[in-house]
């Protein structure tokens, strides 16, 4: 392993991790990922780009609950990554807290206890909210090798991508956000 540059930010927590044409791991092949948290232990995000097969009615009945909302009944539920695909998260903004709530920055959260989805289902959750199922995990100094690799870069969080874009919109609007046309990265990655 190489060592880890100096340059890299103590954290990488509330930052956008947008997968490199290079990166051929099926699990991240053009995705774009939250990180969550991020210190010397490793790093925990959700991937933001990749639909699921389920809605949210679907994971909220298997929770004995229903949506009143049958908008909501219908959001799409994320494959936030490989990592606990049976659990449920959920990243939102607002600043109330919940029984298992994670502080992202920037006024996102991670919750992970079944009382947001309650609220939810009653119409009084977050006004932004994505569910996954699963998420992602690097190892202490993964998340930086990888960087170092070439496979990722990175981007500042960002509300609109996260909860507003079509998910399909969100690889390519990431790098746009550092002024990259993504799709027109070489899909080799190396060293001088």
Known sequence: MSP?????????SNQLLIALPALDDPNFSRSVALICQHDDEGAMGVVVNRASEYSLGDVLAQMNLEARDPALANQIVLNGGPVHPERGFVLHDGERQWD?????????????????????AEGEGPAHVVVALGCAGWGAGQLEYELGENSWLTAPADT??????????????????????????TDYSGHA
């Open 4 to 12: 880890i540059p100096a340059s890299f930010p103590a954290s990488f």
């Open 100 to 120: 298992s709530t994670l502080a992202i920055g920037g006024g996102l959260a991670l919750t992970t206890s079944r009382d947001i989805l309650e609220a939810m």
């Open 160 to 185: 609109e991508l996260l909860f507003a874009l079509p998910l399909e919109q969100r690889w390519q609007a990431a790098g746009g956000r550092l002024g990259i046309d993504i799709t027109r990265v």
